[in-house]
């Protein structure tokens, strides 16, 4: 866990709390480490690293997702990031692109191969086209083209040249899950649109992947960025397969609880998990978070009949907004300001929604309104 958090985050400080953690005390214990419960003074690179990551695929949600969780947040800083090549780009977690520090990058990449490599052999267009092909020589040929950045047309338009014989979307797609990609500035600047153009990490950063990954190492900072957590969490996190045999090895380390529903749930012994009663203030959070996407039971972010009024929190198109901790509403940007559609809420929740929303406009560049719109049961 970040010593930040643990040292100087207003929540830092555990409470007791027995055996069995409600959801409330989950959530509030999920969102300090989130950086949920106060913005946290703390620089852009520091916070994307304690996160492990913030969910990218959508460009502009990791400056979302920082604006909500760091005091002062500014773009410009993330984008010199990307430019610099301190933070990158890549598909990791769960197979889909993140924002990761450079060091990360190296180590979560290979980590997370056997996703890729379950992808790649599911995939319902490309993988009958790949079946008996040698793919060795084609991702050796790949990563040579990919030395330098490249868009998919023009990896295709080398492997066809070089395999005129086979399915040229089908081996470029297999460079994509075999080898580490990025994807290279300007895609994900501040204020940018481009077309997405890939390159090898170890051309990118001038370093290999790891090759010596400690999964331990990583569960522990899953935990500290989203515990208290079962098993079951951490493989939805990551999507990795025997992770029992891993927390049962890090038992020693740990501490366990369990939730209402008596499921094992695991802990770092120094981790914050404030009062379930402390206060948490509404939060506008981007399309894909993943604070909402990182457990196998989200009942401590979203209750059952929200979920079923607003849709799935992962809604394509809808950022989530948390009130009182939990996703009472949805919302996305339209022409003149950012349109909220939330569940019945007093007249206080929607005041302190609304003028929240305000602030993320201006932060977006959106527009001055924000348009409500309840959802009724």
């Given at each position: 866990?970040?010593?930040?958090?643990?040292?100087?985050?207003?929540?830092?400080?555990?409470?007791?709390?027995?055996?069995?953690?409600?959801?409330?005390?989950?959530?509030?214990?999920?969102?300090?480490?989130?950086?949920?419960l106060a913005r946290a003074d703390m620089?852009?690179?520091?916070?994307v690293r304690h996160l492990v990551g913030?969910?990218?695929?959508?460009?502009?949600?990791?400056?979302?997702?920082?604006?909500?969780?760091?005091?002062?947040?500014?773009?410009?800083?993330?984008?010199?990031?990307?430019?610099?090549?301190?933070?990158?780009?890549?598909?990791?977690?769960?197979?889909?692109?993140?924002?990761?520090?450079?060091?990360?990058?190296?180590?979560?990449?290979?980590?997370?191969?056997?996703?890729?490599?379950?992808?790649?052999?599911?995939?319902?267009?490309?993988?009958?086209?790949?079946?008996?092909?040698?793919?060795?020589?084609?991702?050796?040929?790949?990563?040579?083209?990919?030395?330098?950045?490249?868009?998919?047309?023009?990896?295709?338009?080398?492997?066809?040249?070089?395999?005129?014989?086979?399915?040229?979307?089908?081996?470029?797609?297999?460079?994509?899950?075999?080898?580490?990609?990025?994807?290279?500035?300007?895609?994900?600047?501040?204020?940018?649109?481009?077309?997405?153009?890939?390159?090898?990490?170890?051309?990118?950063?001038?370093?290999?992947?790891?090759?010596?990954?400690?999964?331990d190492k990583v569960v522990l900072r899953?935990?500290?960025?989203?515990?208290?957590?079962?098993?079951?969490?951490?493989?939805?996190?990551?999507?990795?397969?025997?992770?029992?045999?891993?927390?049962?090895?890090?038992?020693?380390?740990?501490?366990?609880?369990?939730?209402?529903?008596?499921?094992?749930?695991?802990?770092?012994?120094?981790?914050?998990?404030?009062?379930?009663?402390?206060?948490?203030?509404?939060?506008?959070?981007?399309?894909?978070?993943?604070?909402?996407?990182?457990?196998?039971?989200?009942?401590?972010?979203?209750?059952?009949?929200?979920?079923?009024?607003?849709?799935?929190?992962?809604?394509?198109?809808?950022?989530?907004?948390?009130?009182?901790?939990?996703?009472?509403?949805?919302?996305?940007?339209?022409?003149?300001?950012?349109?909220?559609?939330?569940?019945?809420?007093?007249?206080?929740?929607?005041?302190?929604?609304?003028?929240?929303?305000?602030?993320?406009?201006?932060?977006?560049?959106?527009?001055?309104?924000?348009?409500?719109?309840?959802?009724?049961?």
């Amino acid at each position: 866990m970040s010593t930040l958090i643990a040292q100087n985050h207003p929540f830092a400080q555990n409470r007791v709390v027995g055996d069995v953690l409600g959801k409330r005390a989950l959530n509030r214990a999920t969102l300090a480490r989130q950086l949920l419960l106060a913005r946290a003074d703390m620089e852009p690179l520091a916070a994307v690293r304690h996160l492990v990551g913030l969910q990218a695929q959508v460009p502009r949600d990791p400056y979302t997702g920082l604006w909500s969780r760091l005091d002062g947040f500014r773009p410009e800083v993330l984008s010199a990031l990307l430019e610099r090549r301190a933070v990158v780009r890549i598909g990791v977690m769960r197979g889909t692109i993140h924002l990761l520090t450079a060091d990360d990058c190296l180590v979560l990449r290979p980590l997370t191969q056997p996703v890729f490599e379950g992808q790649l052999w599911r995939h319902r267009d490309h993988s009958p086209q790949l079946r008996g092909v040698d793919l060795d020589p084609v991702v050796d040929a790949g990563r040579l083209a990919l030395e330098e950045p490249r868009t998919g047309t023009e990896l295709r338009a080398l492997l066809a040249t070089t395999f005129p014989t086979l399915d040229a979307a089908a081996l470029a797609y297999a460079c994509q899950m075999r080898l580490g990609l990025v994807q290279v500035p300007p895609r994900g600047l501040w204020g940018k649109s481009a077309q997405v153009r890939w390159t090898t990490a170890e051309a990118w950063l001038g370093r290999p992947l790891e090759s010596a990954v400690s999964v331990d190492k990583v569960v522990l900072r899953y935990l500290a960025a989203f515990g208290p957590a079962s098993v079951a969490d951490v493989a939805t996190w990551c999507r990795l397969t025997g992770l029992r045999e891993v927390v049962e090895r890090l038992r020693p380390q740990l501490v366990t609880f369990r939730d209402e529903r008596d499921r094992e749930l695991f802990d770092l012994p120094d981790a914050p998990r404030p009062d379930a009663d402390a206060p948490a203030p509404v939060r506008f959070l981007p399309e894909y978070d993943n604070v909402l996407l990182s457990h196998d039971d989200r009942s401590r972010f979203v209750a059952a009949a929200d979920r079923t009024l607003l849709g799935p929190v992962w809604s394509v198109g809808w950022g989530a907004v948390l009130h009182d901790g939990a996703v009472r509403a949805i919302w996305r940007v339209e022409p003149g300001g950012v349109v909220v559609r939330h569940v019945p809420l007093a007249k206080r929740a929607v005041a302190s929604i609304t003028a929240e929303g305000k602030r993320l406009g201006r932060f977006l560049e959106a527009g001055p309104d924000v348009r409500l719109e309840p959802v009724s049961r």
